[in-house]
């Protein structure tokens, strides 16, 4: 039962606290990506999971079985944690062919030939280097080597694997195919993964769950979408996403019952929760979070004017910057569309999904529907 347990664990480098007392439950099977901008200590924590980094104070379980405890002094080697690991860097053995470093480590583990013989082939098959089988890692392309690294830790099986940016030296389009074989190998070796990245959309597209950091602190641990919709507070919301969400400061004029008069400049909205986590009063100062694609142009009806400011139209959607009174946003219409530069438009808000945060604490207060009030 490959489940991980991280308790209170913290890595200082000097005055740097690179892990900041995370407490992480893993669970059997499930898809880890660590996210956040660099520096946030996303490869520390994966260093000490697999043993290569000594943890500075806290306990780590590995399928139930206490491989690191800074209280017990307990220090499991890296080969003793039974994982797989896979570093952007990680050098192939440049004496042995493509075939023999697929082959190493399962003929040290004592495969027979013939089930050496197929795992190598499907391997091959899967990372697309099957006709590369008898090269040495010198006559192969930075990519080609990367998709020999994945091929070798995966080839035995290993049921905890442990990844930091495996796909960065791939080109855009093999990167994107190898993102749906890594989630569909996933699925097939039944392992439990944990994966760096700081590229939010390989995090997300990735994940059972995210780990998102910020200075060595955890800012949320959820499945993707919820990361998405329930961000935990503006760090989150603005880390995730692109175009990235909007921010509209505002203060608290009047509330009643599940709903506030939120003003913002020179426009004034009504927020009706759906859910609240936080105390609200008259006069907080707060920031409204709404992502683009919440926000719809319509036909201009005299009402909620804005004007048109630019448009990106990529033939799936169109990120538009629209300016009503002094606040712009950032909006996504889907589909072929395009919009006049100052042409006038009207603004509404369709969704449920609008999000307030207290300006001060920067903590989510709840989320719900959103329209203009005059
Ligand atoms: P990146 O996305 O840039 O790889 P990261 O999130 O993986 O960043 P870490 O490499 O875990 O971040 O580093 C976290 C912090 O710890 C950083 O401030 C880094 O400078 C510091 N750090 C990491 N390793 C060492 C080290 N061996 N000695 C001193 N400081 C270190």
């Known amino acids: 039962m490959p489940e991980i347990i991280l308790k209170n664990l913290t890595k200082t480098f000097g005055s740097v606290k690179a892990v900041d007392n995370l407490d992480l439950t893993i669970e059997d099977r499930d898809f880890v990506t660590l996210l956040g901008p660099s520096g946030c200590g996303k490869t520390t924590t994966l260093r000490m999971i697999s043993g290569l980094e000594t943890p500075t104070v806290g306990e780590i379980i590995i399928g139930g079985r206490v491989v690191f405890s800074s209280e017990k002094q307990i220090n499991l080697s890296p080969d003793k944690r039974d994982v797989g690991l896979l570093f952007q860097n990680y050098a192939l053995w440049p004496h042995m062919t493509v075939y023999q470093n697929i082959s190493f480590g399962l003929e040290n583990m004592k495969w027979s030939k013939e089930e050496i013989r197929k795992r190598v082939k499907e391997m091959g ?90 200075e060595g602190v955890l800012q949320q641990y959820a499945p993707p979408l919820v990361i998405y919709d329930q961000p935990s507070n503006i760090f989150v919301g603005d880390f995730i996403g692109n175009p990235s969400m909007n921010f509209v400061d505002a203060r608290v004029n009047e509330v009643d019952g599940d709903k506030a008069t939120l003003e913002a400049s020179e426009i004034t909205l009504e927020m009706d929760f759906r859910s609240r986590e936080g105390e609200l009063k008259s006069g907080d100062e707060v920031i409204i979070g709404l992502r683009p694609e919440d926000i719809a142009l319509n036909p201009e009806s005299g009402a909620n004017t804005c004007t048109i400011y630019s448009t990106l139209p990529s033939g799936m959607e169109t990120v538009v910057r629209a300016k009503i009174r002094n606040t712009m946003f950032s909006i996504v219409a889907f589909g072929r569309v395009d919009f006049d530069v100052d042409s006038k438009m009207e603004i509404s808000f369709p969704s449920r999904n609008y999000l307030l945060f207290d300006k001060a604490t920067k903590k989510k207060l709840g989320a719900g529907s959103l329209k203009f009030r005059d």
């Open 125 to 214: 098959d899967l990372v697309k280097i099957s006709d590369l089988l008898d090269r040495y890692p010198s006559e192969l392309s930075g990519g080609q080597q990367q998709r020999v690294a994945i091929a070798r830790t995966l080839a035995p099986n290993p049921k905890v694997l442990l990844m930091d940016e495996p796909l960065s030296n791939l080109d855009a389009k093999l990167r994107m195919e190898m993102r749906a074989e890594l989630k569909r190998l996933h699925r097939e070796i039944e392992s439990t993964v944990v994966y760096v990245t700081h590229d939010q959309l390989e995090a997300m597209t990735l994940a059972t769950k995210v780990c998102l950091l910020e």
